[in-house]
């Protein structure tokens, strides 16, 4: 029991220190644990790291480590296939900027270096816009391409 409530403070300062440092992370506070065992005896292993791709994420029940990538990829799964199984569109994507699969769609905002996008949503039909979007202006990839169609008639 003891072992326990060691487990819990060791979390708690671990996390609270990792959150004053990265502010993004107030994003997916409250569905951090572990990938693995869904554990929430979850912690940062390095917290002096300058680059969230470069910390160790550990797991003190199961004992597995993740890096922050496998990490926000857990988070966003679900919301992703439920997405996707909607017809619409990816939520998790590479990021332009630190290159790891941590830009998320929906907050337009890469969780890992906080690299934001100059579109964020369609201004014809609302959408969050993705990285690969960036290039049509401020439009999504479908109401980009009804646009091309109409330019060419
Ligand atoms: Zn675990
Ligand atoms: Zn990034
Ligand atoms: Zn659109």
Redo the contacts with the bound molecule.
Sequence with gaps: MKKKDNHKQQVCQSWDKLYTKFSQLNHIKDNII?P??K?YN?IPSSIDLQDLNDIKFK?L??D?SFNFEELVKSIYKDEEYISITDGGKRIIWDCPECGTETFISTLGLCLACEKELQYTQCERCGENLSPEEQEYGGLCSYCNHQYEKVMDE
């Design positions: 572990c693995s065992c554990s979850f797991c029940d199961c597995e």
